[in-house]
């Protein structure tokens, strides 16, 4: 099993559609998630942390089951800026000398069509 | 507010040339890391390094090496170019506070032909 894993997609939905990502970790002593965004041929950036409790920032809602070792990302009335690929990312248990190791998922390549 | 740093953003190399990607951030972190992502596939973490003087290797360093003489550098060495190498290397660097927020680079395409 992969340490972290997404649907691949694509995602194509329509303009005002809701879309759920969803991405699934083998560790289970993850200590930390997130949700970065990297659109073609630029570089990742970060979208949104993921607490047990879930967040939301505007139309994005990020929740975490750790009993599952699921992560989830919630798109809602999507917008054609929102297209991009969607990267899970998992900081999986201390290495080295007090280090941290992101691990990436492959991303989920999401577009919005007019 | 430059952030991370990455030169050369294009580079075609021959093979069994060698050349130094670089890296450079200007938000004090400590931790600064090396990722190569090939298309279709997500980041693969090569070598990273938790301070100053400090490196280790990733999940593929093979071929690789790297150096962090200072908190702001952290240049990555291709020894040997193989066309195995022809991908997109993207430098990041984060806090060391938890959780570790990374921030990326523009990245640098790399052919080896």
């Known amino acids: 099993r992969k340490e972290v894993e997404q649907d691949p997609g694509p995602f194509n939905v329509p303009e005002g559609a809701t879309v759920a990502f969803n991405c699934t970790y083998s560790n289970s002593a993850s200590q930390s998630f997130f949700w970065y965004r990297q659109d073609c041929r630029k570089e990742p950036k970060l979208l949104m942390s993921v607490y047990s409790s879930g967040n939301e920032d505007g139309r994005f809602t990020a929740q975490l089951n750790r009993a599952s070792q699921y992560i989830s990302l919630l798109i809602r009335d999507s917008k054609l800026s929102d297209s991009a690929t969607y990267l899970c990312?998992?900081?999986?248990?201390?290495?080295?000398?007090?280090?941290?190791?992101?691990?990436f998922g492959k991303g989920t390549k999401l577009s919005v069509i007019p | 507010n430059a952030g991370v740093t990455q030169t050369p953003k294009f580079r075609i190399l021959k093979i069994g040339q060698s050349m130094t990607l670089q890296c450079t951030q200007d938000?004090?972190?400590?931790?600064m890391y090396w990722y190569r992502q090939d298309p279709g596939m997500g980041l693969k973490l090569i070598y990273y390094?938790?301070?100053?003087?400090?490196?280790d290797k990733g999940e593929v360093p093979n071929g690789y090496n790297v150096s962090r003489s200072t908190t702001e550098d952290f240049p990555l060495r291709l020894e040997l170019a193989a066309p195995s190498q022809t991908s997109v290397y993207f430098c990041?660097?984060?806090?060391?506070?938890?959780?570790?927020?990374?921030?990326f680079g523009q990245g640098t395409r790399l052919t080896v032909v």
């Open positions: 990041a660097s984060s806090y060391s506070a938890s959780p570790p927020k990374a921030f």
């Open positions: 938000m004090n972190h400590n931790y």
């Open positions: 390094s938790v301070g100053a003087g400090i490196t």
């Open positions: 990312v998992v900081i999986l248990a201390y290495s080295g000398a007090g280090s941290y190791q992101l691990t």
